[in-house]
């Protein structure tokens, strides 16, 4: 089965702590993305990968970061320092920048 | 500062209407407009835009968009309790997209 998974779906985190997100495809896209979802606002771009070993930050990066090792695997990483982390997460992929994005199911991180 | 608009913010309709949403957008360095259905948790993949006045037709869904005006409609005919959804709009200015709030539309039987 091709697609995009992320896990885990629902995550919980003490204050303070780092947290990774995983994202895998089997879909050999080239490019893939981290959003960040809020009630009552738009997806918002926090770090993109169009190929191995580069990424580039997004609109809101500042407290996250992520790595591109492999080309099936973006995993992101919401450090300590981000001051209001408890949202939705949703990880996508393309063929290229140029074409449409497909999603993963998300993960919704909860810090109490 | 880029941005992307979507209204109305929520619709609710009677099954079988049809109803217009509406996207516009003032993205730098323009490549394409995208629409999204998210029901739950992921967004599925609707349409994908580039050139002015040309329809993208998908059974009961159709989309157009107009580069000069900066905006883009997605119809839905015949409405069914199925199309119960957020839709996206999303606006690719150089290697990054943009997203609107969305239209939460919901289908009353």
């Known amino acids: 089965d091709g697609g995009i998974t992320q896990s885990p779906k629902y995550l919980f985190r003490k204050e303070g702590q780092n947290v990774t997100l995983s994202c895998e495809q089997n879909l050999n896209h080239d490019a893939m993305y981290w959003y960040r979802q809020d009630p009552g606002q738009g997806l918002r771009l926090i770090y993109y990968s169009q190929i191995v070993n580069d990424f580039q930050k997004g609109d809101i990066a500042e407290g996250y970061s992520v790595s591109r090792e492999k080309k099936e695997s973006f995993p992101l990483t919401v450090t300590s320092a981000q001051k209001n982390p408890t949202a939705f997460y949703l990880c996508?992929?393309?063929?290229?920048?140029?074409?449409?994005?497909?999603f993963g199911p998300g993960t919704r991180l909860t810090v109490l | 500062e880029d941005k992307v608009v979507q209204s109305p913010l929520s619709l609710v309709v009677h099954e079988g209407d049809t109803v217009t949403l509406n996207c516009s957008y003032e993205v730098t360095n323009f490549r394409s407009l995208l629409w999204y259905k998210q029901e739950k948790k992921a967004p599925t993949f609707l349409f994908m835009l580039?050139?002015?006045?040309i329809e993208k037709k998908s059974g009961r869904l159709s989309s157009i968009l107009d580069k000069k005006e900066l905006f883009s409609i997605l119809n839905i005919t015949a409405t069914q309790t199925g199309d119960s959804a957020v839709y996206l709009c999303?606006?690719?200015?150089?290697?990054?997209?943009?997203f609107g709030t969305g239209t939460s539309l919901t289908v009353i039987p």
């Open positions: 996508a992929s393309s063929i290229t920048a140029y074409n449409e994005q497909f």
């Open positions: 999303a606006v690719r200015g150089g290697n990054q997209f943009y």
């Open positions: 580039t050139s002015s006045g």
